[in-house]
């Protein structure tokens, strides 16, 4: 019995951290997505912030302040916040979008040259 694989919370992704980093970081959160932007969406009519909160329709998950790193880095230096599925899948979009617009080398890659 190792009872680490036995947590009782299963938010929208496969949990690589642990259950108490998780509550620790929705709780800290106040249970509601602490997206404020960053996935691209202003979130005006809930103040600049996303209003989703965590329940049975909405599952929120301790994902990377840092959409750039891995959530394992992101756990090793405490740099998490709760997202709500949207707001994850958007931002890290945005994320990669950003990069690879930053990188001219790598607009190469996809063979955009006008002929
Ligand atoms: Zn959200
Ligand atoms: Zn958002």
Known sequence: MTGVGAV????FRP???GA???QTVLSGAGWR???????GKPHRKTEG???????????LAAVPADPTVTLTAAVTTA???ALC??????TRRAAINAQTAIDPDQLDLFGD???
């Open 49 to 59: 912030r996303c209003g989703t909160v965590h329940g049975a329709a909405h599952r």
């Open 85 to 90: 599925a949207g707001c994850e899948t958007a």
């Open 8 to 11: 009782s919370f299963d938010p």
């Open 79 to 81: 740099a998490l916040v």
């Open 20 to 22: 108490a980093t998780w």
């Open 33 to 39: 997505c602490e997206c404020t932007g960053r996935c």
């Open 15 to 17: 949990p690589m951290i």
């Open 113 to 115: 040259q006008a002929a």
